[in-house]
């Protein structure tokens, strides 16, 4: 399911070819352009190599490699730019050549197509300016290596209009960005906080306060970041720095200009030298300073409404792959400690004033609040969003309580006609916050375990039960309660990147908002066991065919599905289906004498012999206990209504977390996989 969607790439060089590949990689047909032949045969050859590493390291296939080259046209013809969606010029920072190119773009292309810069140095409005559409025009800030680093800076200048600012988000989406929404205003977001955290840096060498190995040290620990700031710069340019910073002073004030020893170090042409001792004693002084600079400047540019706190540690978390964004650094270190470190960067600078937001949430004492589910209503959908891409949607209190209030909102508004449910970035829900589970236990208050739980199933309820059509947008990965989500749903569509499973025997506990009871009321009982046994995922087309997913479309049929899934009327899921007969060895493998084999490690009947020699080592891997109450409460939610069979899991909670095995699953996260004694 390729997209219909063209998208111009002006400019070949390792930005924009990046960025050509990620397209054509996410199935958007690209035409790449630069000025010479030559120049586009590099690209296309640059593509072609990171391309093959990937197949080399089996991240992609040769077919997927095959399939992505050929979606890539390369050009020097500017006319055959004339029918493409969306034209993103990528080529050097220089504002003379960019209007020339926007100004013979708006002559060829037709009125449909948008207009985008990847500029990082000047206004956007200001280049829309050389365009007869302006409100056809937008910023599309993309991040070094646009191929691999997700996120994306959408930028509408004043005259952008709101169609083409939804455009562009769609376009992000569809090719796996993570776009965050920022004003036109220098540096953007992300760079805005980013080059005072570097200035800063050399400012304390250039003082004497400390050297380059010790300023090295005292970010990583401060920032939780595996590159120092003079290493970053050495890898990433130090002109580039150099150049920002000046901009910057320019626009902003002497505050974000380039220290004199930046500018020394530049003209000498060599990097930053990393080598020597680190001296512990002096990060206290350099962590201030720094996080000063950094988090000052981030409160800055919220308050001038440049963009949000959330989109703001959206774009460190994704975009320059923190931790913590400045925003959740601030509430780490307490709002106290922020307001003081920040004061005293504005008192030595008068050019930078006191930023407004740290101000008053320090008069309110308390941390600050995130908004971690969005909601927008278009055309009478209400479209909740999970906004948690570095997290990968993954549900916790917060999140369950704003998904709450967001649906509680959605469902008594007039004007919405239907509820859709998603996810940002590349998952729809990854399951629950381990976190939230694994600190509950070891502090003997799995009831709080309990509880969370309890709220997700009272709400996954309504959903289950709206008035409204609700419908879960599976458009990536959905596993363990973020499979239970979209199962709660009346109605599922997916694109071919969805994708479903429940991994919780292998983290030794069960799935408990309700997945299983809801999975074995669609597919009958044996292959939902098959499924929660294993932790076996189900792709996107074997749920359709399953009769699980609803629709399966490209992603550019999202809304035209959901509309129609509205139109339809009511949806039964539960309705009796025919199971395919390709799914009918796995539901063997999970039926009668075979289910009480494979879970006693003995030999299978009727099974492929394959087959059943996977099973029994996938099953090899998970928690006894946690297969025995799969098993168990399968069995017995048959014989009960969705509320008891809800109630079932509920009661059986307690005992599951209170296992060895749990603890022993639920840490083992990023390690070696567990070692389970059914205990």
């Known amino acids: 399911m390729g997209s219909s969607l063209t998208i111009g790439v002006v400019g070949a060089g390792n930005m924009g070819s990046g960025i050509a590949q990620k397209l054509a990689q996410e199935g958007l047909n690209v035409i790449m352009l630069d000025m ?16 093959a590493q990937g197949v080399e390291r089996k991240v992609l296939t040769p077919e997927k490699m095959e399939q992505t080259l050929g979606r890539i046209k390369g050009t020097t013809d500017l006319n055959t730019l004339a029918d493409a969606d969306l034209v993103i010029e990528v080529v050097f920072e220089n504002k003379g050549v960019k209007k020339g190119l926007f100004a013979n773009l708006d002559k060829i292309c037709g009125p449909k197509t948008i207009l985008a810069t990847n500029t990082s140095s000047f206004y956007v409005g200001e280049l829309a300016q050389a365009t007869g559409r302006p409100d056809r025009f937008v910023g599309m ?56 955290l570097l200035t800063e840096s050399v400012k304390v060498v250039e003082e004497g306060l400390a050297d380059i190995p010790t300023v090295e040290q005292a970010a ?29 002073s320019q626009e902003l004030g002497p505050f974000y200009g380039p220290p ?34 950094c988090l000052g400047a981030a409160a800055a540019l919220v308050s001038e409404g440049v963009a949000s706190m959330e989109d703001t540690d959206l774009g460190a978390k994704v975009g320059l792959r923190w931790q913590k964004g400045p925003f959740e650094i601030m509430n780490r270190i ?75 909102a959605a469902e008594s508004d007039p004007e919405v006609k239907a509820i859709a449910f998603q996810g940002a970035g590349k998952a729809f829900v990854a399951g629950a916050d381990i976190r939230f589970f694994v600190k509950n236990i070891k502090n003997d208050q799995i009831e709080n375990n309990v509880a969370f739980t309890r709220k997700g199933h009272d709400l996954f309820l309504r959903i289950e039960n709206c008035q409204k059509p609700t419908i879960a947008v599976l458009d990536g990965l959905s596993l363990g309660g973020g499979s239970e989500m979209a199962l709660a749903c ?8 969805g994708l479903m499973g429940f991994p919780e025997t292998g983290i030794g506990i069960y799935p408990g908002l309700g997945g299983m009871l809801r999975l074995a009321r669609q597919v009958g009982p044996e292959l939902a066991k098959y499924y929660v046994f294993t932790g076996k995922t189900i792709s996107a087309q074997d749920a359709f065919d399953l009769g699980v997913v609803t629709q399966l479309v ?15 009327g009511k949806i039964d899921k539960y309705r009796k289906r025919e199971i395919p007969e390709r799914f009918a060895d796995l539901a063997r493998i999970c039926t009668g004498d075979n289910r009480v084999a494979l879970l006693e490690k003995k030999p299978l009947e009727g099974v492929p012999s394959a087959l059943a020699a996977a099973t029994q080592k996938a099953i090899s891997r998970k928690a006894p206990l946690a297969l025995k109450a799969v098993n168990d409460l399968i069995d017995a939610e048959q014989k009960n209504s969705i509320p008891e069979g809800i109630q079932l899991e509920l009661d059986g909670l307690t005992a599951i977390f209170s296992t060895q095995d749990a603890l022993t699953g639920l840490t083992s996260l990023g390690g070696p996989p567990p070692r389970f004694e059914g205990k």
């Open 36 to 51: 010479e032949e030559a120049y586009v045969a590099r690209g296309v050859s640059t593509i072609r190599s990171l391309l």
């Open 141 to 196: 800030h993309y991040f070094f290596h646009p191929a691999k680093n997700r996120l994306l800076e959408v930028i509408p200048h004043k005259g952008t209009s709101q169609e083409t600012i939804d455009r562009a988000m769609d376009v992000a989406r569809l090719h796996g960005k993570t776009a965050i929404l920022v004003q036109d205003a220098p540096g953007f977001a992300v760079n805005r906080f980013f080059v005072p």
């Open 220 to 248: 990583k620990k401060a920032f939780k970041i595996g590159m120092g700031p003079f290493e970053l710069m050495n890898v990433t340019g130090i002109p580039i720095a150099v150049h920002s910073a000046t901009t910057f």
């Open 260 to 293: 004199k020893l930046l500018e020394k170090q530049m003209n000498a042409g060599t990097p930053w030298q990393l080598d020597g001792e680190a001296d512990p004693s002096k990060f206290p002084v350099i962590e201030d300073r720094l996080y000063g600079a």
């Open 334 to 408: 307490g709002i106290d400690k922020a307001y003081a470190v920040v004061k005293a960067i504005a008192d030595k600078n008068p050019d930078f004033a006191m930023p407004e937001i740290l101000t008053l949430q320090r008069e309110l004492g308390k941390p600050f609040e995130f908004k971690v589910v969005n909601q927008t209503v278009k055309g009478g959908i209400a479209f909740i969003t999970i906004n948690r891409p570095e997290a990968m949607n993954a549900l916790n209190e917060v999140t369950v309580s704003q998904l709450d209030a967001a649906f509680r």
């Open 490 to 497: 009346q109605a599922i569509v997916a694109t071919p990147a």
């Open 554 to 568: 490209s992603p550019e049929e999202v809304v035209p599905a959901i509309n129609a899934i509205c139109q339809a």
